[in-house]
């Protein structure tokens, strides 16, 4: 499934942008795609709220039973939430990878960069190889 | 192995694919790693029975009036007196002590040995033996292309292989075998070994068979074991259930720079054997002690520990992690080191990705096999 409310990049990660009180506030989390190779998540770690990234920065790490795969940010900005539920139960990313196992919130700083990410079409095309 | 080199399959590879299997190439074979998921699969070896492919492992008969001391001259372990039926469990070491592979030694008959090694060095041991056999006595003949492997594993392993077919007039023999030992019968397409052996640390049985008899057996086993939730289980669990029962694996426990000894299997090793390749090396070891020890860390700060992660003691390094993994049944982050002796009693960590992270030391193994007695006992589960 590849909803058309998002953004996502080469490396199957997506971003929902919303306005919150005038600020452009992305929700990053993996592709159904990236948690199905990466197999059972057990580990999560997210970067520290109030650190800023710029776009395709390694800001944590998610890892399986056998692999470890790095999270870039699709998009630079400052971390202005984390999901606990899912450093809590890793597994999330698993289960629901596009809603509950989001990763972090991030406040913009270059909306334009939006641009340079694949719409949902564009990556469905990417999966299709 | 160059890139080019075409991958080679089991009986059950077309099988893996068509139901779903994730394949990776491994050791020149393209094996299944997981079907629905290597933490369910790991819970079903756990609790119930779990049946892997594990055809990739090297076979090679050894037959011949001398081919008792000359396996004997080969490996670290007695394998010269053994019953028939036996199954030995041993290192094959280079002469500085190094180990070349572990494996499993069958007598099959009074003059017949079957010798088991991992699939990622049997080229390499096919070689040492044949450089190493003398010029008669032994014949030495390795099947590894016509024998198929299919490991049954689990507390409800005897249940399920009750109910396989071909085993059916042997139902009390198999019920009989103890720990290590096996049995030879007749198959549909040729001999059939049965032993009680296994890489999970649970009761559980391996089955050598022809390549044409392998899927059928295969089918059956799923079939006839559905009502006991049987599944086919990837190399992804085979290596998280041979972890917390810390069984070596090669590449990770076991190199050529390591000894048995340091590995923790000195119990493998008699010293007081007659010549065999390594003993001078290994006898100085024992007598000035080991120089590395095998040890078993738990985290204590957030995060995972894998292979080759330095291990260090108040900063300074003092050897590196040889696996490490999230152990899916005790539900924290675990490792196994190679570390310098003396083990220091506190104040260690583990670097990973630059970031040391505490841990300690604790018990071998993280969990106790049920191999032996009863299958389903209960499990102190002591980390």
């Known amino acids: 499934m590849v909803p058309d409310d998002r953004k996502y990049t080469e490396e199957h990660e997506w971003v929902r942008v919303e306005d919150e009180d005038g600020q452009q506030i992305g929700t990053v989390g993996v592709t159904e795609f990236a948690a199905g190779e990466l197999g059972d998540v057990v580990f999560v770690e997210l970067p520290e709220v109030g650190s800023e990234y710029s776009q395709k920065d390694p800001a944590g790490t998610i890892e399986s039973v056998k692999a470890v795969a790095d999270l870039f940010l699709p998009v630079s900005g400052e971390v202005v939430e984390i999901n606990q539920a899912v450093v809590d139960n890793p597994e999330l990313v698993n289960s629901d990878p596009l809603e509950e196992g989001w990763l972090v919130k991030v406040k913009l700083v270059e909306p334009g960069e939006l641009d340079e990410l694949l719409d949902a079409s564009a990556y469905s095309r990417l999966l299709e190889g | ?383």
């Open chain 2, 1 to 383: 192995m160059s890139d080019t080199t075409p991958l080679k399959s089991t009986p059950l590879t077309a099988w893996h694919r068509e139901h779903g299997a994730r394949m990776v190439p491994f050791a020149g074979y393209e094996m299944p790693v997981q079907y629905r998921g290597v933490l369910a699969e790991h819970e079903t070896v756990r609790n119930g029975v779990g049946i892997f492919d594990i055809t990739h492992m090297g076979e090679i008969e050894v037959a011949g009036p001398d081919a008792e001391s000359w396996l004997d001259h080969l490996v670290t372990n007695r394998v010269s007196g053994a019953a028939v039926g036996k199954v030995v469990y041993t290192a094959m070491c280079r002469p500085e002590g190094g180990v070349l592979d572990d494996m499993l030694i069958y007598r099959l008959q009074d003059q017949q040995w079957l010798v088991v090694c991992n699939a990622s060095n049997h080229d390499k041991i096919a070689a040492w033996m044949k450089d190493h056999l003398p010029e008669s006595g032994v014949r030495m003949d390795d099947i590894t292309d016509q024998v198929a492997l299919i490991a049954v594993q689990g507390p409800d392993s005897r249940e399920l292989m009750g109910r396989l077919g071909v085993l059916a007039d042997h139902d009390e023999t198999i019920g009989g075998l103890k720990f290590y030992t096996a049995m030879t019968l007749g198959g549909p397409g040729g001999r059939w070994i049965v032993s009680r052996t296994g890489y999970t640390g649970e009761h559980g049985y391996e089955i050598y068979l022809p390549y044409g008899d392998a899927l059928a057996a295969w089918e059956e086993l799923l079939t006839a074991g559905s009502d006991l939730g049987v599944e086919p289980v990837g190399l992804g669990a085979r290596d998280t259930l041979r972890f917390e029962v810390c069984y070596c694996l090669y590449g990770h426990e076991l190199e050529e720079d390591i000894t048995p000894l340091e590995a923790g299997i000195g119990w493998a090793v008699k010293l007081k054997k007659d010549d065999f390749i390594g003993k001078e090396a290994l006898v100085a070891q024992k007598e000035q002690g080991v120089p590395r020890k095998l040890i078993c860390l738990a985290l204590d700060d957030r995060g995972i520990a894998r292979q080759g992660c330095p291990v260090l003691h108040g900063g300074r390094r003092i050897g590196a992690v040889t696996s490490g993994t999230f152990s899916p049944t005790l539900k924290k982050a675990l490792a196994m080191a190679l570390v310098e002796v003396p083990v220091p009693e506190a104040d260690l960590a583990v670097e990973v990705r630059g970031k040391p992270l505490a841990c300690h030391t604790v018990p071998f193994p993280f969990l106790p096999a049920r191999t032996k007695g009863d299958p389903k006992a209960e499990r102190n589960l002591p980390v």
